[in-house]
Nanobody
Framework: VQLQACGGGLVQAGGSLRLSCAAS????????MGWFRQAPGTERRFVAA???????YYADSVKGRFAMSRDNAKNTVYLQMNSLKPEDTAVYSC????????????????????WGQGTLVTVSS
């Protein structure tokens, strides 16, 4: 199993970045995909998640600014980040877990099984 995240970098406040996460080694359509982030000195926190159907869920801190999408043919998820703020600075990691039979969402780090290596996003003021 592999989750390969990329697209991080340095951007000024108000700018945009697009992260990608390519998945392999598991049946992509069976899995809920998530993005988490970890700022220096803090715990890793939920950012967004997406189901096979394309339904998405966002943390309040990014709602209206970030958009998560998935290309099921390419086994890839994306996180479009707009109107970036210095407080968005963090290492962003993608994660995966099996879809729930009841369609529920998952927000906790320990509820995800597979993790990528993370990509650093730095937003300067």
């Amino acid at each position: 199993v592999q989750l390969q995240a990329c697209g991080g970098g340095l951007v000024q406040a108000g700018g945009s970045l697009r992260l990608s996460c390519a998945a392999s080694g598991f049946t992509f359509s069976w899995y809920l995909m998530g993005w988490f982030r970890q700022a220096p000195g803090t715990e890793r926190r939920f950012v967004a998640a997406i189901k096979w159907s394309g339904d998405t869920y966002y943390a309040d801190s990014v709602k209206g600014r970030f958009a998560m999408s998935r290309d099921n043919a390419k086994n890839t998820v994306y996180l479009q980040m707009n109107s970036l703020k210095p407080e968005d600075t963090a290492v962003y990691s993608c994660a995966a877990r099996r879809n729930a039979y009841d369609g529920r969402w998952y927000f906790q780090e320990n509820e995800y099984v597979y993790w990528g290596q993370g990509t650093l996003v730095t937003v300067s003021s």
